[in-house]
């Protein structure tokens, strides 16, 4: 498992038995591993720990695994995610479609197949890691600087306000990809607040003017993508 002595693993497991067993092989490989044994607690941690890699079983007490992730979701899309279950159970596989997991895992799991999935999730965090730290350029010598969340045109910062970084940032993580409106609503405004795409539609109308002509592309009835040279 190359690099994971780099990160850090929540595992949420109510069977006590299970939870040591699989902690102790996970402590092998990682950095830190944390412990919980429900999903109230598991949140707890994960707001004080901030683990890289949570491995979450569906069926645990106070908030299940499916309704833990999706909180953690409403402001982390980038923490990897494996969920446990101990059947196949088709509503909660289509419930947590849209949770952005890495593997989702039938018990009981081999440790053959856990390490293949927590390789899967470093190799995920490796290749974001290495990418998030790049300049990105834009056309007519822009260009972006991940780390600081700056836009520069010929190494002179460009003012943005603070919804504009926010949005730019998120484009520069895919770019030349399409990023849809969901994604841009969930990331920049988790409260709920009226007509979303019309807040989108203004704040990317800013940004336009201050970027080359043609970086940012509206993808009908999808979201926006970044082209980058």
């Not at 490796?126 to 520069?152: A, G, P």
Request: net charge positive.
């Amino acid at each position: 498992m190359n690099n994971a002595q780099d990160y850090r693993v929540l595992y949420v497991e109510d069977e006590l038995e299970i939870r040591t067993r699989y902690s102790l092989y996970l402590k092998r490989f990682f950095k830190d591993v944390y412990e919980a044994d429900d999903g109230v607690k598991a949140y707890e941690i994960y707001k004080q720990k901030r683990p890289d890699i949570l491995v979450i079983d569906i069926n645990i007490p106070n908030l299940n695994g499916i309704e833990l992730l999706r909180k953690i979701r409403k402001n982390d899309h980038n923490t990897k995610a494996i969920m446990l279950t101990a059947h196949s159970d088709k509503n909660s596989l289509l419930e947590s479609m849209d949770l952005r997991l890495t593997k989702y895992l039938i018990k009981p799991v081999s440790r053959e197949t856990l390490k293949s999935a927590l390789d899967s999730a470093t190799a995920e965090l490796i290749k974001f890691n290495i990418f998030s730290k790049k300049i990105l350029s834009l056309k007519d010598s822009y260009h972006w600087d991940n780390d600081s969340k700056e836009l520069f045109c010929n190494n002179l910062p460009i003012a943005l306000t603070k919804n504009e970084k926010e949005l730019f940032h998120l484009l520069c993580l895919k770019p030349n990809s399409t990023v849809s409106y969901e994604n841009i609503t969930y990331e920049l405004w988790p409260e709920d607040i009226n007509d979303k795409y019309s807040a989108i539609k203004t704040l990317v109308k800013g940004l336009r003017k201050k970027l080359p002509e043609d970086t940012l592309e509206n993808i009908r009835s999808t979201g926006y993508k970044l082209k980058t040279v």
